[in-house]
């Protein structure tokens, strides 16, 4: 599945996670939370590429907007751990210069993304994690939260279901279904902005009953997260494990500088990529014409981008 937009001067598109997400099962009151969390993201990121603001710039606000939603699985929204703590991933990479800041295995650390920017910018490394990552973050003034800031009963829910499945099926029982929207998720954004710059940004609390310490794609460069002013930015979400192995997000770049392919062709190539080894989920890209592609290959994946006409198109299933 995939959509693609007519080259267009700035550009930006956001995604809040793929999976399994069925209209049948969504409310329409539910629904209007997801698009309504879309369309605030890509305001944030649009007024700043509107008044000539930075691919950078917009790609962060736009990801800070979902880790502050409850809806998302990053930031305030992130799944729970199999110890039933938090800890996020987040990353962040400029096209212009190929300098990117990531972080891992975050605890108290409000928006993961302003601190992966500010490794970026403002240490000498490109990835930090744990204790000190937060440490790093408070040296430099970055809001930090009680644990207890990341709650929410909705992914607390899912971790005891997730249990509960675990334990069914190592005794062989009976086994309970879990939607693999409740299990994973993340949300992502990728710009272009007016001097032609590309950004890309991932944050996400990861898998639901992960093992403590588990890094997925996101923060990885190359794997979930790439920018390239020669080529594209990409954010991908989906099975990280397997994003990982297949080198996703620079599958996408390596397969339009080297073998010439458009965006769409080989975004659809670098997702295939990752299927064929077992793992499903999608991803958001903008060329540097302004092309964007939003392909994914579960049932859906909460999107948007700026339409040829300047509008929001947000959708959610295939
Ligand atoms: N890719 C994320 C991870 O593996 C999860 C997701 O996007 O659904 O951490």
Redesign the pocket.
């Known amino acids: 599945m995939k959509q693609t937009a007519r080259p267009a001067r700035i550009n930006l598109a956001v995604h809040g996670?793929?999976?399994t997400i069925e209209r049948s099962k969504m409310t329409l009151e539910r629904e209007q939370e997801y698009r309504g969390g879309i369309a605030r993201a890509l305001r944030a990121g649009r007024e700043i590429l509107d008044r000539g603001g930075s691919s950078l710039d917009a790609v962060e606000a736009a990801v800070r907007v979902m880790e502050d939603d409850p809806d998302f699985?990053a930031g305030k929204g992130s799944v729970f751990t199999s110890a039933g703590t938090n800890e996020m991933?987040a990353a962040i990479m400029d096209g212009k210069t190929l300098s990117a800041g990531t972080v891992a295995c975050l605890e108290h650390v409000r928006n993961p993304i302003v601190l992966a920017r500010t490794v970026m910018e403002k240490s000498k490394h490109v990835m930090m994690i744990g204790p000190g990552a937060e440490e790093f973050a408070k040296r430099n003034g970055i809001e930090l939260v009680d644990t207890k800031y990341f709650f929410t009963e909705r992914r607390w829910d899912e971790l005891q279901k997730s249990k509960a499945a675990e334990k069914s099926a190592a005794e062989g029982g009976k086994k309970f279904i879990i939607s693999e929207a409740e299990s994973?998720?993340?949300v992502g954004a990728v710009a272009r902005d007016a001097q032609g710059n590309l950004a890309a940004a991932t944050s996400?609390g990861?898998?639901t009953n992960k093992l403590p310490g588990r890094v997925?794609?996101?923060p990885i460069v190359g794997a979930?997260t790439y920018a390239n002013n020669a080529t594209c930015a990409v954010s991908?979400?989906?099975?990280?494990?397997f994003?990982i192995r297949a080198v996703v997000a620079h599958q996408v770049s390596a397969l339009m500088e080297l073998r010439g392919m458009s965006l769409a062709e080989a975004a659809e190539h670098a997702l295939a990529d990752a299927q064929k080894l077992g793992g499903k989920?999608g991803l958001i890209a903008v060329d540097k014409d302004g092309n964007v592609t939003l392909p994914f290959n579960t049932s859906g994946m909460y999107r948007g981008y700026l339409g040829e006409d300047g509008k929001f198109v947000i959708e959610i299933y295939k």
């Open positions: 996670g793929a999976g699985n991933d994973h998720g993340t996400t990861g898998t997925g794609d996101s979930g991908c979400t989906g099975d990280g494990e994003f989920g």
